[in-house]
């Protein structure tokens, strides 16, 4: 008996039980990644936790029934400061660091947007970017403006926030709270401090389009009317889950569902909001400030993608998670494990799916740590091939046994005397705090093959990638 789905809602500050709006077409968007530079291992969690949750709803209604749209970024201050410090165009800077980004959670394990070149055939995962959805931006735009939940000031479109009731519904702050937060460098122009920006003047450097409502300066949108675009134009007005890390409950996804609601005169956005927690690095917030920033490109320089994923499910994704070494270590312990079962198995013996056992766990609001214990379980009771079959189903084990042995060998030619000459480079540049410099040093060492492990003192070791 297939067990009933329960989600926690942000929302409702409930588990409730999943209902989509529409069982022949589950519809669920994400908020992806601003195309700047490469990811981080932060960001790499909620990739993995969705695509579980991805995983899960195929499962329950079936892979043709299952709608999932992850958006890119590729139009925002940081991408236009980026490419301006690099001496690049902005295109050549989103395409390279999209692609980096594709490189690195494909290694995750995670499934991969669809590309369909031809008619007739629908695409379930759809990787959206902002720029090519500059038109629906402009139309949610002048919908908000006709509607008086808009209004133009100075070349810019601000949506005014009291014009919706009950604003606020998803972060539930007290009001005085956000205006206090909004208050900070006020612009003249708006009407009320928590008034946000749909649309805003380019700069001479920057990209730019018409502008709506009759504005003549050529400008580019805000970062929230991106994502009401992009999950209106592919998935419609209101639809099943949306999800995030939980950094970006307030103001992003607060200023969505105002957005979006608004817009349609619609009582909900998506039905359930779910959000995975933060990650730590041994204990402590990760910045580069204090030494632990770590790109998902470095991690799998020094951990396979399948070690990284399997570390993360150990954490329930709504609890905070704490990137250590030994719980690293302790994942590529059990991942090696399982590659020696699967050593042992003809492969036509091994097909992936999930036992009932599994599904009800994770039917649990995504509950990874018990869905890991009846992984267990089955190794335990030497139901070896129950236990490939659902690693397999999970994103494990995509390696064959020779393919795993070899990626965990080390090169033999290392220069030491040169690494050591590099990495004193880089602590000076560290020292002087010259980020860029440590940042080149630390991607050269990595092309090489090297990782160095950084603590708030300096360079604590280095290491050849395995």
């Known amino acids: 008996m297939v067990p009933e789905l329960k989600l926690y809602n942000t929302l409702t500050r409930s588990k409730d039980r999943f209902e989509p709006v529409d069982p022949s077409n589950v519809r669920v968007y994400v908020c992806g990644p601003t195309v700047y530079d490469f990811a981080h291992v932060g960001n790499a969690r909620p990739i993995i936790v969705f695509d579980l949750l991805f995983r899960l709803l195929r499962q329950f209604y079936g892979a043709r029934h299952v709608t999932y749209v992850r958006n890119i970024t590729d139009v925002d201050d940081k991408i236009n400061a980026r490419a301006a410090e690099r001496g690049i165009s902005i295109r050549e800077l989103t395409e390279e660091t999209a692609a980096q980004f594709h490189d690195d959670i494909r290694a995750l394990g995670v499934l991969m947007p669809d590309h369909v070149n031809h008619p007739g055939k629908k695409q379930r995962f759809i990787e959206p970017r902002a720029t090519e959805h500059i038109e629906e931006m402009k139309q949610l735009i002048e919908r908000l403006i006709a509607s008086g939940h808009a209004y133009v000031a100075e070349e810019h479109v601000l949506f005014h926030v009291p014009s919706m009731q009950d604003y606020g519904s998803l972060s539930r702050r007290p009001l005085d709270e956000m205006e206090a937060g909004a208050r900070v460098d006020v612009a003249p122009y708006k009407r009320s401090p928590m008034d946000f920006v749909l649309w805003k003047p380019s700069k001479s450097s920057d990209p730019s389009w018409d502008s709506p409502s009759g504005i003549k300066t050529p400008g580019r949108p805000g970062w929230h009317i991106e994502c009401s675009a992009m999950s209106w134009k592919h998935l419609g007005e209101v639809f099943d889950i949306h999800g995030g890390g939980i950094d970006l409950v307030f103001p992003h996804h607060e200023n969505e569902i105002a957005q979006s609601r608004c817009s349609f005169n619609a009582p909900a956005m998506a039905n359930v909001w779910m959000h995975n927690g933060f990650l730590?690095?041994?204990?402590?917030?990760?910045?580069?400030?204090?030494?632990?920033?770590?790109?998902?490109?470095?991690?799998?320089?020094?951990?396979?993608?399948?070690?990284?994923?399997?570390?993360?499910?150990?954490?329930?994704?709504?609890?905070?998670?704490?990137?250590?070494?030994?719980?690293?270590?302790?994942?590529?312990?059990?991942?090696?494990?399982?590659?020696?079962?699967?050593?042992?198995?003809?492969?036509?013996?091994?097909?992936?799916?999930?036992?009932?056992?599994?599904?009800?766990?994770?039917?649990?609001?995504?509950?990874?740590?018990?869905?890991?214990?009846?992984?267990?379980?089955?190794?335990?009771?030497?139901?070896?091939?129950?236990?490939?079959?659902?690693?397999?189903?999970?994103?494990?084990?995509?390696?064959?046994?020779?393919?795993?042995?070899?990626?965990?060998?080390?090169?033999?030619?290392?220069?030491?005397?040169?690494?050591?000459?590099?990495?004193?480079?880089?602590?000076?540049?560290?020292?002087?705090?010259?980020?860029?410099?440590?940042?080149?040093?630390?991607?050269?060492?990595?092309?090489?093959?090297?990782?160095?492990?950084?603590?708030?003192?300096?360079?604590?070791?280095?290491?050849?990638?395995?």
């Not at 000076?428 to 991607?443: F, H, I, P, T, Y």
């Open 280 to 466: 730590q690095v041994e204990g402590e917030k990760m910045s580069k400030s204090l030494g632990n920033f770590i790109t998902i490109r470095e991690a799998l320089a020094e951990w396979p993608g399948e070690v990284l994923r399997f570390n993360m499910l150990r954490t329930h994704y709504r609890q905070p998670f704490d990137w250590t070494a030994r719980g690293l270590e302790e994942s590529e312990k059990i991942i090696n494990r399982w590659y020696a079962l699967k050593k042992e198995l003809p492969a036509s013996a091994i097909s992936p799916g999930l036992t009932e056992e599994v599904i009800a766990a994770l039917s649990d609001d995504l509950n990874t740590p018990k869905a890991i214990a009846e992984l267990h379980g089955l190794d335990s009771s030497g139901e070896h091939t129950k236990l490939m079959g659902n690693l397999q189903a999970l994103g494990f084990l995509k390696d064959t046994p020779a393919e795993w042995e070899a990626r965990r060998q080390m090169p033999s030619d290392i220069d030491v005397a040169e690494i050591e000459r590099m990495i004193a480079e880089r602590c000076e540049a560290r020292v002087a705090r010259n980020w860029a410099e440590s940042d080149r040093l630390r991607d050269h060492l990595l092309a090489l093959g090297i990782v160095i492990k950084d603590n708030k003192d300096g360079t604590s070791s280095w290491e050849v990638a395995r």
